[in-house]
T-cell receptor, first 114, second 115 residues
Framework: DTAVSQTPKYLVTQMGNDKSIKCEQNLGHDTMYWYKQDSKKFLKIMFSYNNKELIINETVPNRFSPKSPDKAHLNLHINSLELGDSAVYFC?????????????FGPGTRLTVT | GESVGLHLPTLSVQEGDNSIINCAYSNSASDYFIWYKQESGKGPQFIIDIRSNMDKRQGQRVTVLLNKTVKHLSLQIAATQPGDSAVYFCAEIRDSGGGADGLTFGKGTHLIIQP
């Protein structure tokens, strides 16, 4: 059973398009995150949600819009895709509270914008 | 802003030897320091954490050392195995009390295990 799953695993699209990445966790966690990993493997937090409420919104272009329909899902919609959006996007989840630094990551979605 | 950084991008060790991966941090306000392992094609995986008021913590085959004087963090892996080959990230977090803080990651060290 996959704890944190993401779809699709690979996404190739052209500049200017709009795309979504879906994330689901079956761990019963209250908190979910989106991270971006660039070509140099640098990981950076983008958003965090706690019980469907947006907690963290780092300096991310407003073309990126997370949506959490329920505690188990956190989707990422990206409008007007740009070349610089090419990266691997990771969803993660954690228990709310003290050990929220122990985050469970999904397998990643490799986004390529051409 | 402040960030966590790593000394070496690649570390190659013989199978069975001990590995030491180092990390320098600059944010003295961090509450926890954490090590994650990322295997090729997978997401990062939690290994071990250490609270900022501790110096040492041991897990199964891994030990994390924290030197707050010089703002240095290390991960020691005993008797490395082929399965230890991965990129290792140190990370830090400041606990805002909201239970949803993001991790600030360092650049990663690629650990290669030679047979």
């Amino acid at each position: 059973d996959t704890a944190v799953s993401q779809t699709p695993k690979y996404l190739v699209t052209q500049m200017g398009n709009d795309k979504s990445i879906k994330c689901e966790q079956n761990l019963g966690h209250d908190t979910m995150y989106w991270y971006k990993q660039d070509s140099k493997k640098f990981l950076k937090i983008m958003f965090s949600y706690n019980n469907k409420e947006l907690i963290i919104n780092e300096t991310v272009p407003n073309r990126f819009s997370p949506k959490s329909p329920d505690k188990a899902h956190l989707n990422l919609h990206i409008n007007s895709l740009e070349l610089g959006d090419s990266a691997v996007y990771f969803c993660a989840s954690s228990q709310a509270g003290g050990r929220h630094y122990e985050q469970y990551f999904g397998p990643g979605t490799r986004l390529t914008v051409t | 802003g402040e960030s966590v950084g790593l000394h070496l991008p690649t570390l190659s060790v013989q199978e069975g030897d001990n590995s030491i991966i180092n990390c320098a941090y600059s944010n003295s306000a961090s509450d926890y320091f954490i090590w994650y392992k990322q295997e090729s094609g997978k997401g990062p995986q939690f290994i071990i954490d250490i609270r900022s008021n501790m110096d040492k913590r041991q897990g199964q085959r891994v030990t994390v050392l924290l030197n707050k004087t010089v703002k240095h963090l290390s991960l020691q892996i005993a008797a490395t195995q082929p399965g230890d080959s991965a990129v290792y990230f140190c990370a830090e977090i400041r606990d805002s009390g909201g239970g949803a803080d993001g991790l600030t990651f360092g650049k990663g060290t690629h650990l290669i295990i030679q047979p």
